[in-house]
């Protein structure tokens, strides 16, 4: 009877041992992901007047969703909502389906869901679904000097449900 309760003491310790690392591995790869891009998450300086992109994802509808002046990327069976605000110029706006890609390890485009080749100072909503497995869309643009940014829509909540806003600073 000793040596089950050591067994299953020992298999309760690991499970949770296992948790941990994955959800610090998760955490990491959250935390690096903006970097990966090539996204500066620094603020704005009074004297350098920088475009950014702002991210900002829901649960539920957000209140700038009715504005009129926003687009709005509407999908049916959707109940998330990705808000991208741009306070300046981006050119080549790309909402993207992907799939991962396990032998490569890395994602792999199926499909343009829609294009923007510029955008001024608007505020872009996406409804979808902010999935807590692995991501299946994506969003790219490019600053006006074209340099290249992309944010991949998952459930960031899971890692830090404080923080669900990603600020992009152009370079």
């Known amino acids: 009877m000793k040596n089950i309760m050591k067994h299953c003491i020992l298999v309760v310790t690991l499970l949770y041992l296992s948790l ?3 959800s610090c591995s998760t955490a990491n790869e959250a935390g690096s992901e903006p970097s990966k891009s090539g996204a500066s998450m620094s603020s704005q ?4 007047k920088k475009s ?3 991210i900002n994802c829901y649960y539920e509808e957000p209140a700038g969703f009715s504005d009129k002046n926003a687009i709005k990327i509407e999908r049916e069976l959707k109940n998330d909502f990705v808000e991208v605000i741009i306070q300046g110029k981006v050119k080549e706006f790309e909402y993207i ?7 490569k390890n890395e994602f792999l485009e199926k499909g343009l869901k829609a294009k923007y080749s510029s955008l001024d100072n608007k505020t872009v909503y996406i409804q979808t679904n902010l999935p807590e497995g692995i991501p ?10 074209g340099k290249e940014y992309e944010y991949i829509i998952r459930d960031y909540g899971l890692v830090d449900k404080e923080n669900m806003q990603q600020i992009f600073t152009m370079e």
């Open 45 to 48: 300086t009074a004297t350098q």
């Open 97 to 103: 389906e992907v799939e991962f890609d396990a032998d």
């Open 20 to 22: 941990f690392l994955v």
């Open 136 to 145: 299946s869309e994506m969003i790219r643009w490019k600053s006006e000097k």
């Open 52 to 54: 950014t992109v702002t």
